[in-house]
């Protein structure tokens, strides 16, 4: 924390997440020195009228002028509420000169996940996506660096799926990933924390969704 000479108060830094990739509207925020905050609203198709009320609503008492960083669920997803969210933090972050995180909700889901198991297994998670076709990724969880992406997220058919787990040699924990997830917003602001602690201040542009397929209509 930096320090203001004149009073010798803490400038207090938070980081700010917004998850907008399912029916639920999910946003966290904390310093990470003891005042954290999270809540998710399903808001299905009002997201788009009321993101913005919500947000400001939320970071209160806290500021934009306070956010140090910002993480955003990138997707897999929804198409629309994935963009929403998406131009959201960038246009905050390009305002505010400040970095963005984009995190994978399947990588938020196994850190959220992990925190269930005694055991290291890998998280595999299996989404349902468009078209009969599903997403796919598996991750390794350790709690001081994060999750480490073993296969990326990838769309495929079942079957491809099916094989992928197959032929792992290793054992893992086979997650199923609702339709629901804005509850994960907290483990995408601790992923996005986690790379800011080793130095990482991506910026805004470089913040980009990861859609996997090319939308339908009414998604």
């Not at 990470?32 to 970071?59: K, M, P």
């Not at 290291?120 to 990724?137: E, I, T, Y």
């Not at 339709?179 to 980009?208: F, I, M, N, T």
Request: glycine residues 8%.
């Amino acid at each position: 924390m930096n320090s203001n000479p004149q009073d010798g108060t803490s400038v207090k830094k938070y980081g700010l997440a917004l998850h907008t990739a399912s029916r639920e509207l999910g946003l966290a925020i904390s310093n990470f020195a003891g005042d954290s905050r999270c809540q998710t609203w399903n808001l299905d198709r009002d997201l788009a009228t009321h993101l913005h009320q919500y947000l400001v609503e939320f970071i209160g008492p806290q500021t934009l002028a306070d956010l140090a960083f910002i993480a955003v669920a990138k997707g897999p997803g929804g198409f629309t509420g994935t963009r929403m969210g998406m131009v959201t933090a960038r246009t905050l972050a390009q305002q505010l000169d400040i970095p963005v995180f984009a995190v994978s909700t399947l990588a938020a889901v196994a850190c959220s996940s992990s925190k269930k198991f005694i055991s290291n297994q890998d998280m595999a998670l299996q989404m349902p996506a468009q078209r009969g076709q599903l997403f796919g990724a598996l991750y390794s969880v350790n709690k001081d660096f994060g999750v480490t992406e073993v296969f990326t997220d990838t769309v495929m058919t079942p079957e491809s799926w099916h094989e992928k787990l197959e032929s792992l040699e290793s054992a893992y924990q086979l997650i199923e990933v609702g339709s629901e997830l804005g509850w994960s917003v907290s483990s995408v602001l601790e992923l996005a924390y986690l790379e800011w602690k080793q130095g990482s201040r991506p910026d805004w542009s470089d913040a980009l969704p990861f859609y996997g397929q090319h939308p339908v209509k009414g998604h």
